[in-house]
């Protein structure tokens, strides 16, 4: 079983950037397409992006396309959100997970396990 702990989230004005980890253990999640999900206030989790198990193929969300940047270091077991030009809008809590299939990649939260437990990004205006 693989355990996720995100860190990095905090406040920030608009405009500013965070970066997120998600650092795994209990086992290596180099097989595994890896994703990053949020949840802002009143709304339902949603996916922002994804990256392929090998690193070298990446997803995002219209809404973060441009501004924020997925990577993964499979030697240290992390994965990393590089959010750039945040916006108010941006406010949530922000989780990783990992595909439930190894080799696979998508963005159907259905297809994500292992949550973590998230990080509280808040973005001032």
């Known amino acids: 079983q693989v355990q996720l702990v995100e860190s990095g989230g905090g406040l920030v004005q608009a405009g500013g950037s965070l970066r997120l980890s998600c650092a795994a253990s209990g086992r290596t999640i180099s097989s595994y397409a890896m994703a990053w999900f949020r949840q802002r206030p009143g709304e339902e989790r949603e996916f922002v992006a994804t990256?392929?198990?090998?690193?070298?193929?990446?997803y995002y969300a219209d809404s973060v396309k441009g501004r924020f940047t997925i990577s993964r270091d499979n030697a240290r077991n992390t994965v990393y959100l590089q959010m750039n030009s945040l916006k108010p809008e941006d406010t949530g809590v922000y989780y990783c997970?990992?595909?439930?299939?190894?080799?696979?990649?998508?963005?159907?939260?259905?297809?994500?396990?292992?949550w973590g437990q998230g990080t509280q990004v808040s973005v001032s205006s």
């Open positions: 990256i392929k198990w090998s690193g070298d193929s990446t």
């Open positions: 997970a990992q595909h439930r299939v190894p080799l696979v990649s998508g963005s159907r939260q259905d297809g994500y396990t292992n």
